[in-house]
T-cell receptor, first 109, second 113 residues
Framework: RKEVEQDPGPFNVPEGATVAFNCTYSNSASQSFFWYRQDCRKEPKLLMSVYSSGNEDGRFTAQLNRASQYISLLIRDSKLSDSATYLC??????????FGKGTTLSVSS | GAGVSQSPSNKVTEKGKDVELRCDPI?????LYWYRQRLGQGLEFLIYFQGNSAPDKSGLPSDRFSAERTGESVSTLTIQRTQQEDSAVYLCASSLSRDNEQFFGPGTRLTVL
């Protein structure tokens, strides 16, 4: 099993749609979780951290399910500017954060 | 404050030449990382420095690749005898410590002809 797995997509949705991405991780001892966003030909940037109790930032909601070892990202009322690749990131003891390959989202008008 | 900076932003070189890429992390960040990203692909971990500890070199693809970091400051990634397959964007990131969020530089786009 890969350390961090994401559905690569692409997810093609119309403006205003709600879209959800899931990410599974293999190390049950992982404690830190993040979602990053990467625009085409740009560097990744932190979108939000993921907390045990779940957290929301505007139209974005992140949730953690430790029992099933997955994290999710929900985007409500999608905007054209949300088009990007979303990277799931998980820590692993003794080494650097592990980045998933990313899920590509394309929002169209 | 200043973010992570990398230089050069673009580098074109001939097969067989050596190249050196530079990364200036955010001041105070003890952890520094190098990644490679080929076109349309995900991030490929190369090497990680944490303070004065021995670096984690487990991601370096061959002995042509090496990296150094002086204390908690600048890092250089060196690729010897470049090959066409080395063409990619090389990204550097830094963080306060290993499990904290990473901040990325804009990357160096390397093209090996």
């Amino acid at each position: 099993r890969k350390e961090v797995e994401q559905d690569p997509g692409p997810f093609n949705v119309p403006e205003g749609a709600t879209v959800a991405f899931n990410c599974t991780y293999s190390n049950s001892a992982s404690q830190s979780f993040f979602w990053y966003r990467q625009d085409c030909r740009k560097e990744p940037k932190l979108l939000m951290s993921v907390y045990s109790s779940g957290n929301e930032d505007g139209r974005f909601t992140a949730q953690l399910n430790r029992a099933s070892q997955y994290i999710s990202l929900l985007i409500r009322d999608s905007k054209l500017s949300d088009s990007a690749t979303y990277l799931c990131v998980v820590n692993q003891a003794g080494t650097a954060l592990i980045f998933g390959k990313g899920t590509t989202l394309s929002v169209s008008s | 404050g200043a973010g992570v900076s990398q230089s050069p932003s673009n580098k074109v070189t001939e097969k067989g030449k050596d190249v050196e890429l530079r990364c200036d992390p955010i001041s105070g960040h003890t952890a520094l990382y190098w990644y490679r990203q080929r076109l349309g692909q995900g991030l490929e971990f190369l090497i990680y420095f944490q303070g004065n500890s021995a670096p984690d070199k487990s991601g370096l693809p061959s002995d042509r690749f090496s990296a150094e970091r002086t204390g908690e400051s600048v890092s250089t990634l060196t690729i010897q005898r470049t090959q066409q397959e080395d063409s990619a964007v090389y990204l550097c990131a830094s963080s306060l410590s290993r499990d904290n969020e990473q901040f990325f530089g804009p990357g160096t786009r390397l093209t090996v002809l």
